[in-house]
């Protein structure tokens, strides 16, 4: 294991949280004494200019949001070892680890649930609206919406994290024929083929909610390629209402509607899932939201510096025949020990 480095750029380094094959992540702080997830490319990946092209597209992405449902973006450089990332990092825990914690603490209230979607929905409706400078729409997809790249803090707020597989008009590395980019339990159908727009991240937002509720992954087939060719035949969910009748409904009905196969069957915007959401069941207030994390991760509240979590999630997809380095590091972000990080392969 390498030795931990003193400083990255501008931020105190205090200890390596992880590391995978192609990055590592540190806990850093700024020079306001706050905290920030840093996360820095390995040499052998640095020599690479696909990796370093698509690390940079990332950065520059992300230095464009600028929300309190998003985890922001701090610094983008370059370190004598390699190219960084500092975000965000974010008291709490992912929305992943909420619903392992829920087998425990018992189903999540509904109210909750919407909560955590309807901060997600804000989030996606915002990045779905960016303009360029020149005040051309980016017409970016996120693609990768899931439990894993959702955070939930000690203060009630949801944060959408990891726009490293993001589809934006300005990327300088393009997406190559035949490769599948997202975690294949939450791809809506257009990403097996099709074209995507942000209708996908709705789909995938509303497949969210439906675990949210249900407890468990709506695909969650025994294998990828059985996970895929559900995904690929998709037409509507089944009710989430046969393992939670507590659901309104009125939101069972929402839930259809956002998760259809056809996205011209969908919400047309993050808004318009927004609104139906609310107006299908209350959210709950932001203090409840907080209660429920906090009672998930006690042994998190004001411990940064102990324990952590390093998700290797393979989400990019090639066929046999054409695979080469890891197509893509996604965006890092930090929670208290929790790091959503994820590299392909």
Known sequence: ?????????????????GAGGMGEVFLGTRPDGGFVAIKRLL?????????????????????????PHIARLYELGKSPEGHYLAIEWVDGGSVEELLAKARGLGP???????????????????????????????????RDVSPANVL??????????????????????KTEPGMVKGKFGYLAPEQL??????????????????????????????TAA????????????????????????????VLRQVTAGDADARPATAAAF??????????????????????SFPERRGERNRGSLLELDPVVSEPAARRRWPALLLVGAAVLAAVAFALTR
């Not at 939930?152 to 590395?173: E, I, N, P, Y």
Request: hydrophobic share 45%; net charge neutral; aromatic share 6%.
């Open 274 to 295: 927004r609104a139906a959401l609310e107006a299908a069941a209350p959210l709950a207030p932001r203090e409840e939201l907080a209660e429920r994390v906090r009672a």
């Open 226 to 253: 059985a996970t895929v060719a559900a995904a690929r035949s998709h037409a509507v969910c089944t009710s989430v209402r046969t393992l939670r009748p507590d659901v309104p409904e009125a939101l069972d009905e």
């Open 108 to 142: 999540l209230p509904v109210g909750v649930a919407c909560r955590i979607v309807a901060d997600v929905a804000e989030a996606l409706g915002y990045a779905h609206g960016l303009r360029g400078d020149d005040g051309t729409p980016l017409e970016l997809v996120h």
């Open 193 to 222: 083929g099709g074209r995507l727009d942000a209708r996908t991240d709705l789909f995938s937002l509303g497949l969210v909610l439906w675990e949210l509720l249900a407890g468990r992954r709506y695909f969650d087939q025994a």
């Open 152 to 173: 939930v803090s000690f203060t009630g707020h949801a944060k959408l994290l990891d726009f490293g597989l993001a589809k934006a008009r300005t990327q300088l590395q």
């Open 43 to 67: 040499r052998q990946a640095s020599k690479d200019p696909v990796f370093v092209g698509m690390f940079l597209d990332e950065g520059r992405l992300a230095r464009r949001l600028d929300h």
């Open 1 to 17: 294991m390498p030795d931990t480095p003193a400083r990255i750029g501008s931020f105190e380094v205090l200890r390596r949280v």
